[in-house]
């Protein structure tokens, strides 16, 4: 496990730390002291930074913990043989919560909905479940913007359209914020980790 500092929209005193999992390396921010924790999951195309706001609230009294995982903002590829199915994802985040020797958790989840896969299938780790605005039941994957990517990928020169509708979507949000360094609109600016593993789980390669 490793620590240095996160250039990119937090604050310069701020620590992002790695644990290298089955799946690959994962960056995460802990806010540190003990109990209660709770840990953060962000949606697709999204990271940590997406709770910025809510950490800043927390942080006084709660040891917020925040990881990155490989949906689209990660930085450094998994590994080639990394599942990084629902399921997949699912198994690497009650890996996260062993690995820290995280226990009692809230676990709160956003968008992508595998956080619910998580807490049904590993709940050693996990006391308390809150569930944002996010996919369930049949709306998986959720609406158009997910069965464009599920469709894309599929499809001969999908991949290259599902990174066009990412970045669109993302120089949108960043318009829309407001701040050029926007945790939501980053993920555009650095693609190099998602689009390695978009095109490892595409079809044909």
């Known amino acids: 496990m490793t620590s240095r500092l996160f250039a990119h929209g937090h ?11 089955s799946a690959g390396m994962i960056e995460y921010e802990d806010t540190g002291g003990s109990d209660p924790v709770v840990v953060l999951l962000h949606g697709l195309a999204m990271d940590g930074s997406v709770w910025r706001h809510v950490v800043r609230e927390l942080r006084a009294d709660h040891r917020c913990v925040i990881p990155t995982l ?22 690497l985040q009650a890996e996260f919560l062993e690995a820290l020797d ?33 996919e369930a039941f049949e709306n998986f994957p959720p609406g158009l913007p997910g069965r464009t990517a599920e469709i894309g990928i599929k499809m001969p020169g999908g991949t290259f359209i599902v ?42 390669r």
């Open 11 to 21: 604050r310069r005193d701020e620590r992002v730390q790695e644990i290298d999992l």
């Open 70 to 91: 490989p949906l689209g903002s990660h930085r450094q590829p998994m590994r080639a043989d990394a599942d990084l199915s629902p399921h997949g994802i699912a198994r």
């Open 163 to 204: 990174r066009e509708d990412a970045a669109f979507g993302a120089q949108l949000a960043q318009t829309l914020d407001g701040r050029r360094n926007s945790g939501v609109a980053r993920s555009a600016w650095q693609p190099g980790a998602i689009l390695l593993d978009v095109d490892a789980k595409a079809p044909g």
């Open 102 to 134: 995280l226990r009692e958790v809230t676990l709160v989840g956003n968008d992508t909905g595998h956080f619910q896969f998580t807490a049904g299938l590993y709940p050693e780790h996990i006391a308390r479940l809150v569930l944002t605005p996010c």
